[in-house]
């Protein structure tokens, strides 16, 4: 074997990866060749402070075996929910965040979906709810211009109750110049997410979701700013067991919120 | 289909084992633990949802890789917003001849300094360059079981994983000298 024959197999050979019969010339032509046996030699130091500097220590995060097996053993959500005839609706952000810090004292252990992963399917969303749905009125959205809808936001309760036997939380952001433009209910996983969508003059919209697909996340909102195509914040939500989730055109948007919401 | 706890049991034992290597192949393809996680999760799930069709026998291993792989490509690569690079302009996959390989002596100087010039530069890589690297180099599967994987085909990974090794090396040799002289009196 020639020597370049050798640095080719050199690879497969430390990968244990060529016939018995390649093995032997290949050790033999190391055997035979000193500047092959350097190369072979550093080769195999290279190989070994890759592996320490690479591959060291990333064991799986402490109790994610058992969040696995949460999330398999994970069962549908009751079909009945006695339901919160306590409609939530934020006035102001101050009152935002008042809610947010009452909501935070409670215990919120759902095993279920990490945070990020509905974050990028409602991040999706976002998109397709932002403009509200002018002029297309239909079962699942509703529409609260004047020339849709003569209640105004008056309909969003009665709305969210054709589809849900639950009240939803809405969380108006006035105080940051926004109103209602539209609603709709739209299915994740099986489960519904009503959504309310809030523009304001300069066409930026946010969107809320109470959603309530299981998600695995402590008491404490999440700022998931690089979730998909928008910044996503979630937090537990007043209703047990579900999050809201408030997705936003754009980074500074989503900053200007929790300034806002004094939500750091 | 009514899933039994016996199915569920036997796919969380065959997870078991490889759970660690699936996390830190995860968090290698997505660079966050968060990420990572979700990652894991959302491949459990698919790999769960699919058991019915692993061929009990066959290598589980690989069988969970190619689900993550998949998963990795479908759910999260396509979302992120910054591109990757996508092909070798900006890293040279031919070796240099002209760089003479590292002698151990020269690695066991610099050591783990390296660590940080071959994380920049196998950030560098072309993604699926990467992933066969990290496969092989540090998760030590078999050059079958990542062309069973990533289903590519084993010549693609033979000479996927020899490209990337000899760039690495090239670019880590002439860092080694680098970092050498520059500790030099």
């Known amino acids: ?264 | 289909m009514k899933v039994g706890m016996d199915t569920r049991e036997e796919f969380q034992g065959l997870v078991r084992p490889h759970l660690d290597a699936l996390f830190r192949t995860a968090f290698r393809m997505t660079g966050e633990r968060a990420a990572a996680e979700d990652l894991v999760q959302e491949a459990f799930l698919r790999g769960f949802r699919a058991f019915s069709t692993f061929e009990r026998g066959s290598n589980f291993k690989a069988w969970m890789y190619r689900i993550l792989t998949n998963t990795y490509i479908s759910e999260y690569r396509r979302r992120r917003q910054a591109p990757r690079p996508t092909d070798f302009a900006e890293f040279d996959l031919e070796a240099d001849p002209a760089v003479e390989p590292l002698k151990a002596e020269e690695v066991e100087r610099v050591g783990d300094r390296l660590g940080d010039a071959a994380r920049r530069a196998l950030a560098r890589l072309p993604e699926e360059h990467r992933l066969v690297f990290l496969l092989s180099s540090l998760e030590d599967l078999t050059y079958r079981e990542i062309a069973e994987a990533l289903q590519i085909p084993i010549g693609t990974v033979m000479s996927r994983l020899f490209r990337t090794r000899s760039a690495l090396r090239t670019e880590l040799a002439a860092h080694a000298r680098a970092l050498h002289e520059g500790s030099a009196p």
């Open chain 1, 1 to 264: 074997m020639r020597c370049h024959e050798a640095r080719h197999r050199l690879d497969p050979f430390m990968d244990g990866e060529i016939s018995v019969e390649e093995n032997l010339r290949v050790l033999e032509h190391l055997n035979l060749c000193r500047a092959c046996a350097g190369a072979f030699e550093g080769e195999k130091a290279l190989r070994a402070v890759l592996r320490r500097t690479l591959g060291a220590s990333d064991a799986a995060p402490a109790g994610l075996e058992e969040r696995l097996a949460a999330a398999l053993a994970s069962p549908a959500p009751a079909t009945t929910r006695t339901p919160l005839r306590t409609r939530f609706r934020w006035g102001s952000l101050a009152a935002a965040a008042a809610l947010a810090l009452a909501v935070l004292t409670l215990v919120f252990s759902h095993p279920g979906r990490m945070p990020r992963a509905v974050a990028s399917d409602l991040s999706e969303r976002h998109d397709a709810t932002r403009l509200g749905f002018c002029g297309q009125s239909a079962r699942d959205c509703v529409c609260f211009c004047s020339d849709c809808n003569e209640d105004g936001e008056a309909a969003l309760a009665p709305f969210f109750r054709r589809h849900v036997d639950y009240d939803v939380c809405t969380h108006p952001i006035e105080g940051m110049g926004y109103r209602f433009v539209g609603a709709s209910v739209w299915d994740h996983e099986g489960r519904a997410v009503c959504w309310t969508i809030q523009r304001d003059d300069r066409g930026r919209t946010i969107t809320h979701g109470l959603v309530a697909t299981p998600i695995a996340m402590g008491t404490r909102p999440v700022f998931l700013p690089d979730a998909a195509s928008h910044p996503v914040i979630m937090t537990p939500s007043c209703q047990p067991g579900m999050t809201c989730v408030f997705v936003f055109d754009d980074a500074a948007e989503a900053e200007r919120f929790r300034k806002a919401a004094k939500m750091y």
